[in-house]
């Protein structure tokens, strides 16, 4: 912004004045609040002005407050470039924060027992206003930090930003990423739903499976021979107390070193180009905290939680499933999709060395990382190998997640996966999608009834059965199928519907059906009455 | 002053000082190690191995299922109930793996993992991993109605419950023989759990929950019928 010097010399002169008169109350009172800072510099900050004192009111609040002084006083400025940090840890710090403060909100309904904590959710769900927003918000924050802190780590590693004296941080870095890992897999259970039950239940029996500890860490955690109240109350108090307050204070240890130790390193190409005298010198220059990034990190918050909460409101839905039932592990159960890979690890074999032993191995090859990297460069075209294992690494995550899908090599008989595949036991499938009212009473027989005359979202949904189970027939895997799909009127406001489907099995030469009962009601979850 | 002088030498000789800080480290160290064992203690929930659990009692052994039939589920004591020509085994429900609770598939005929798709035969030999060891099994006893315990399953390598009155097939009578009747020690003898003598009224199956087996490590084929 074009400023013509006079503008720039103008308040100094009003606030040495407004010092010596009446005024000066509010202004002493600014500077008691505002670590030192008077209303003319509070001004000159918003106007983006340079500062009103000398020496700087600037510099010397990150001396004199507590939370400025956590924050480094200026940046170089190709440190804040937004290709070179994309901003990965600032927004895993700003999903730490939403989760801590979402979360101390939901606590006020939460019941840490079997008997109450279901029904609390779906209490905070139904009857309170916003809960099911703010539960939304819990959840997706939750995900975002994970998403944002593995990317976070990839950045690191391909800027080369691991070594030397920011080693350490690192270090600190990692334990972070698996503090977040833990407290979203405690979060897990809370709901306490198939889906957390039986989560939940695998992975503290590969706890199990560490050797020599192994048995009592399980029974540490699960605070019995099964997961039961005492258990739900362990992961209660390890979400919401001992690994809230750790992470913080690792968060403290990580983010000190990159605010008062060695900062945000510049990009490779400033640190070992050839640039010219006025590029390096640009950037080098310093953008100060006060007030370029403060505004800017202001700005990045608003943007987030304005993400959070469209999504929660137009795109997502966390999930809860049927009440836990310790006496039955539903079909197709799924770890959470980041830990798919280690569920796609355990498919491969030994509990003990692929469940454990690999996972250990991977964290400490990502905490030796910085003494193992003796790469000279940074640049990414000078370091093939990083570039190949990070690439490498991504790609056997994914695989590893897609063997760990429910479907990747659990042979479910063919009638069942595809009842599954239209009203999972789980979770919701196209058929329980169906509005009650589209839901006509009658026998339909694939085949031979026309999807097309049907109501459209009932007919969308006959049609795909259908064609599964022609699919499933041509491949010779229900030889002479017959499908038949019941919508019986059972009560007032609740239909019956059937997925009946017979073939002739081959080996035993007779023939053999498959039936699948859903009961739907009108006033469904969510879903208000007409 | 004599402190200057302190500084300026080398120490060679353990001061009353450096003594007594060293002993407060290794008191700190010893304090610290106790509170994690005290919390570790207090944290330790109040089960013992092989303490889950209870015992069940199946009722007569006319009650029991056919020697062909599937296996029956006991939800509250956390088995499956198997019976076959050579006896009866009571199979824990949960899978091996990673405890997800197993299901009985009548169209493959196997005990099935929902979890990571492990499968057991019906007498509890791993059909197909990722699980590496077959079923556990709870202890089965058969009882008398005044208490008298006539045959239990042998804790050491499990296998069925000989069931008077049915007589064992060959294919699995190196099976029934792994059960150990208690009130004979020569299988030529007739006695009480002996295939051959008919089941007096009265006779109960009690299956101990207490007592839990291992499964077998390694593989086998799926037996059907068993």
């Known amino acids: 912004m074009a400023v013509d010097e006079t503008s720039l010399e103008a308040p100094r002169q009003p606030a040495a004045e407004i010092m010596r008169t009446d005024a000066g109350v509010l202004d002493r009172l600014a500077r008691s609040l505002a670590a030192g800072m008077g209303l003319v510099e509070l001004r000159a900050l918003l106007r983006g002005d340079p500062p009103t004192e000398r020496p700087s009111p600037r510099y010397r609040a990150h001396t004199h407050s507590l939370l400025l002084h956590l924050r480094p006083r200026f940046y170089a400025q190709a440190s804040t470039r937004f290709t070179h940090t994309f901003r990965l840890g600032f927004f895993t710090t700003f999903f730490f924060i939403v989760e801590a403060i979402t979360g101390l909100i939901l606590m006020l309904y939460y019941v840490p027992t079997p008997e109450g904590a279901y029904e609390s959710i779906w209490r905070l769900m139904t009857r309170v206003p916003f809960g099911e927003l ?80 192994g048995d009592e860490l399980n029974i540490l955690l699960r605070g019995g021979a099964e997961i039961g109240a005492d258990g739900l109350l362990r992961f209660y108090l390890l979400h919401v107390i001992l690994l809230p307050a750790l992470a913080a204070l690792v968060l403290g240890v990580h983010y000190y070193g990159i605010a008062r130790r060695h900062g945000i390193s510049l990009p490779a190409d400033v640190e070992e180009g050839d640039l010219a005298p006025a590029a390096r010198a640009e950037a080098t220059r310093r953008i100060d905290f006060l007030p370029d990034l403060l505004i800017h990190e202001a700005f990045l918050v608003c943007v987030g939680l304005l993400a959070l909460i469209a999504a929660s409101i137009f795109l997502y839905d966390a999930p809860l499933e049927t009440h836990a039932n310790p006496q039955r592990t539903p079909l197709e159960t799924e770890a959470p999709w980041f830990f798919l890979w280690v569920q796609g690890l355990l498919k491969l074999g030994d509990v003990t060395l692929l469940g454990v032993a690999v996972p250990l191995a991977l964290v400490a090859l990502l905490l030796a990382v910085p003494y193992l990297d003796r790469s000279p460069h940074r640049r990414l075209r000078k370091r093939p190998l990083a570039l190949a294992l990070t690439t490498a690494g991504v790609a056997a995550l994914l695989t590893l997640s897609y ?50 005359g049907l109501p459209a979202t009932f007919g969308r949904v006959f049609a795909e059965y259908g064609r599964q189970v022609k699919l499933a027939s041509e491949r010779g895997r229900l030889p002479d199928a ?49 | 002053m004599s402190q200057d002088h302190a500084l300026s030498r080398r120490v060679r000789n353990l001061g009353r000082r450096e003594l007594l800080s060293w002993s407060l480290m290794a008191a700190s160290a010893a304090l610290t190690a106790k509170l994690l064992d005290v919390s570790l203690r207090f944290a330790h929930p109040a089960v013992a191995a092989g303490e889950f659990g209870g015992q069940f009692d199946l009722g007569p052994v006319a009650d029991l299922p056919d020697t062909d039939a599937p296996p029956v589920n006991h939800p509250a004591g956390r088995f499956f109930l198997v019976r076959t020509h ?17 299901a009985w598939d009548d169209q493959t005929a196997a005990f099935v993992c929902p979890c990571h798709g492990s499968q057991f035969s019906r007498t509890g030999e791993l059909a197909t991993g990722p699980a590496t060891r077959g079923l556990d099994q709870f202890a089965v006893q058969l009882v008398t109605p005044d208490g008298q315990v006539l045959a239990e399953t042998d804790l050491q390598r499990g296998g069925p419950v000989a069931i008077p009155g049915t007589a064992p097939r060959q294919e699995t009578a190196d099976s029934a023989a792994t059960s150990t009747p208690t009130s004979q020690a020569n299988d030529d003898e007739p006695a009480a759990g002996d295939a051959d003598t008919p089941a007096a009224p009265g006779w109960r199956l009690v299956v101990d929950t207490g007592r839990l087996i291992a499964g077998r490590p390694g593989r086998a084929g799926i037996q059907h019928g068993g």
């Open chain 1, 134 to 213: 703010l539960r939304d918000i819990h959840r997706l924050a939750a995900e975002g930090m994970v998403i944002f802190a593995f990317l976070h780590l990839l950045r690191t590693f391909l800027t080369a930003s691991h070594r030397g004296k920011r080693a350490f941080t690192w270090l600190t870095g990692v334990f972070l990423g698996l503090l977040t890992l833990a407290l979203t897999f405690s979060g897990y259970l809370l709901p306490w739903d198939q889906l957390a039950y039986w989560a939940v239940t695998i992975g503290t029996s590969m706890a199990a499976a560490v050797p020599l500890i």
């Open chain 1, 482 to 530: 017959q499908a038949f799909l019941i919508v019986q009127e059972w009560q007032q406001d609740l239909k019956r519907v059937t997925l009946r489907i017979g073939w002739t099995d081959a080996q035993r030469g007779s023939r053999q059906t498959y039936e699948r009962d859903l009961y739907l009601h009108r006033q469904r979850a969510g879903e208000a009455a007409p």
């Open chain 1, 403 to 452: 063997i760990g899908t429910p479907r990747f090599g659990i042979a479910l008989p063919p009638a069942t996966v595809i009842a599954q595949t239209l009203a999972p036991e789980e979770g919701v499938g196209p058929l329980r999608s169906i509005p009650f009212d589209a839901l006509p009473v009658g026998v339909y027989v694939v085949g031979v009834d026309d999807p097309a």
């Open chain 2, 86 to 102: 050579a006896g009866v085994t009571a199979f824990h429900k949960v899978c091996t793996h990673l405890s997800c609770l197993l």
